[in-house]
Each structure stands twice: as C-alpha cells, then as structure tokens.
C-alpha cells in the first residue's frame, strides 16, 4: 500500500496516560497534516509541517499536544495526560508543495487512529 | 480565521435524482476548495476540488461551483446512486497558509433505491 498510514489503528487509555500516534505520509509528498475528527463533525486543523519544519499550530492544540518530524519523513502526534475530551479520530494527511504549477493541492488522508480516553 | 458553514446536514435523495450541497465562507483570501466524501469508518477521500480562478469544474456526475464575490461554492451530484449515500464535506483552504484546510460540518446524503 503506498497511501498514508497511521498507526496504530485504534488505542484504549486511561485519563492522565500519554499516547503517541505515528503517521507515514506518501514517500514523495513534503507536506503532512494533522486533524482531529469528532463524532459527526468535519475534521479540525490540528498542525502542519513542510518537511520538518512545524508551520502551524491550531489554537486547538494546548500544550499537551506535541507533533514531530525529525526528518521530514514519517510524523508522531504526542498527548500527554489524556483527558476524557481528547477521545477523537486523529487523521494525517499528505500532499505534495501546492501552489506550483502543475502541483496537485489533494491533501491525501490516513484511516485515522481513534483514540478513547476512559 | 476561516469559517465554513456547510447546508443542508442531511439529504435523502431518490436513485436518478440529483444533490446538491452548500457551502459558505468568510476568508476572502481562501483560495482552494475540495470536497471530500468520507463512507462509514472510511478515511475522507476527495472526488472533486477547484480552485479560485475557475468557477466551475465538472468530472463525470459530479460538479462544483465556485462563487467569489458571494463566497459560496456548491457541489452538484446528479444521477445519484446508493453508492453516492456516505457524508460529504467541503473546505477552504489557503495556498500561502499551507493549504491548511477548514472543514464544513458535513452532509449525510442518502440515496433511495
């Protein structure tokens, strides 16, 4: 499969443990995405990073949340001491640099890990 | 910072019938907008976007307008078929942003054999 993949597909905690998701991203694409998607909402900008430069962060995104990409390939997303609120489905996306010529803007998505915090 | 709202939230269609989604905007300087269909448990998949300097694109059965000034763009699916039943989403996004994108809050379509 050359898509994006997340993993892992799905993870349990308890309030206050600390999880880490990771994204692989389609091998040629420099941009990769974060979102959060909560039960029969649209998905929600978390943060995004060219190459491995962290351009943007949400305002969603406390200080709990931490995303890398040391080396402008694969992607972690950190929460550290998960509250019941976090439970959500965190996609990654990629695409390649938009806004050149002939440079397609598809942000292509992962299957997402949700995450249930009990 | 951008905000889309997204009409209507469900919309049930019989088969050869046509759909047509909503949405509006309120970042003039949004430039890039996709539609996503995502089936249950399914990750969002895109079937059509456009960009500012078009105001119209077609691909098959599918088709998006795009209207600047008023800063609405609409999806239009015509011949529907139940496998066109799944939740639509639409958004905004930015090019010199990142094409970070803000996501309407959806539309359940149903289509009625």
């Known amino acids: 499969d050359t898509g994006v993949s997340q993993d892992p597909r799905h993870k349990i905690t308890k309030r206050g443990q600390n999880v880490t998701f990771r994204c692989d991203p389609i091998?040629?694409?420099?941009?990769l995405y974060w979102y959060r998607q909560t039960l029969g909402q649209g998905p929600e900008f978390l943060t995004y990073f060219q190459n491995e430069a962290q351009l943007e962060k949400s305002r969603l995104l406390s200080d709990r949340f931490s995303a890398e990409r040391p080396k402008g390939s694969f992607s972690t997303l950190e929460i550290q001491r998960t509250e019941q609120g976090d439970s959500a489905m965190y996609l990654c996306a990629s695409s390649p640099r938009g806004g050149l010529a002939g440079v397609s803007n598809e942000q292509f998505f992962g299957p997402g890990t949700r995450l249930t915090v009990l | 910072g951008e905000n889309v709202e997204q009409h209507p939230s469900t919309l049930s269609v019989q088969e050869g019938d046509s759909a047509v989604i909503k949405c509006t905007y309120s970042d003039s300087a949004s430039n890039y907008f996709p539609w996503y269909k995502q089936e249950l448990g399914k990750r969002p998949q895109l079937i059509i976007d456009i960009r500012s300097n078009v105001g119209e694109k077609k691909d098959q059965r599918i088709a998006v307008t795009l209207n600047k000034t008023a800063k609405h763009f609409s999806l239009h699916i015509t011949e529907t078929q139940p496998e066109d039943s799944a939740v639509y989403f639409c958004?905004?996004?930015?090019?010199?942003?990142?094409?970070?994108?803000?996501f309407g809050g959806g539309t359940r379509v149903l289509v009625k054999p």
């Open positions: 091998s040629e694409h420099n941009r």
């Open positions: 958004a905004a996004g930015f090019g010199a942003a990142g094409n970070k994108l803000t």
